[in-house]
Each structure stands twice: as C-alpha cells, then as structure tokens.
C-alpha cells in the first residue's frame, strides 16, 4: 500500500509541474487582441536595445492590406500582407532607454490593438572572461533538461510501483 501510495504523490508531483509550465509558456505567448481577430504582438516581447524584433498582426478582414504599428521604442513600421497575417520587423536603437513602450496597431479598416514591448539596455561586455573554448556547452539545453528531468521522474515513480509490487508477492 505504501509503494502505491508513493506512485500516487510521484505522478500528483510530475503532473504538477507538467501544469505549472503548460500555464507559463501559455501565458507568455498570448497576443494582445483588441477586437474578435485584430491583434498585434511583437516577438520577443522583452528585448535588448539594438536587436531586432518581429512584428505579426491581425486586421480582421484587411489582412490583404498594409497597416502600420508605432512606438517610441522604435518609430512607425509598416506592415505587409504574409500568409492571412501582416508581418515586420524592426530594430530598436542601441540607445533606446530601458523601459516599458506600447506598441500601436492602426488598420486600414479603423481597427485597432496594442501591447506592450519591454526594452533593455544592459550594458555589454566588449570581450568575454578567458574561460576555454566553450566546446562544452550546447544550445537550447533548458528544454532538453526539463524532458530529461520529467523522464527520471517517471522512471522512478515505474521502478517504486514495481518494487512495491514484489515485496507484496514475496510476501504472500
């Protein structure tokens, strides 16, 4: 009774944290919609000054026309019909003050929306500490970990039900 019960706290635990980071990348992702299909967002939403960024709307049903979206953090930009969405991009001035900007949606329809874009300005380091060659480290290793991390857990919570299992057997 005690492995089951184990398994049980296991996959509530497992499950859990699966719920946890379901609800944060949801949340992270979601557009700011203004009306049934007018929207904009702006990918990545919190940026470096002077990267570039992404810039996808809606306008309902002008999506086969230009619109323009503005902000202080980077001016006016016009965007153009790509694939039922209008798409741009832009990069932010190297200067740009940290801060949080809206970003503006105007259609040609007269439809609008806004969301926020956050910019940093951190200061960058002109050259890196002499630390080795870095033949180590791996791109995107976070997603790799989490699925690793949520497979052990799942092993483990398999080899407590197993060998719960068997003590009971060799018990009888």
């Known amino acids: 009774m005690r492995g089951l019960n184990a398994y049980h706290r296991a996959f509530s635990a497992v499950l859990t944290l699966f719920v946890l980071v379901a609800a944060f990348v949801l949340a992270t992702v979601s557009p700011a919609r203004a009306g049934e299909n007018t929207f904009v967002e702006v990918t990545p939403n919190t940026a470096q000054a002077g990267t570039r960024v992404n810039i996808r709307a809606g306008c309902d049903n002008a999506n086969n026309q230009q619109a323009t979206v503005h902000s202080d953090a980077f001016g006016r930009v016009v965007l153009r019909p790509d694939n039922g969405f209008l798409t741009g991009a832009v990069t932010i001035p190297g200067n740009k003050q940290p801060g949080d900007y809206s970003v503006d949606l105007r259609c040609s329809n007269g439809n609008t929306a806004a969301t926020t874009l956050t910019v940093l300005n951190m200061a960058q380091p002109t050259k890196g500490p002499a630390t080795g060659g ?19 857990v799942a092993v483990v919570a398999g080899i407590g039900m197993f060998g719960g299992g068997r003590r009971r057997a060799a018990g009888s």
């Open 134 to 152: 870095g033949g180590t480290a791996a791109r995107g290793a976070g997603s790799l970990l989490l699925v690793g991390g949520l497979a052990v």
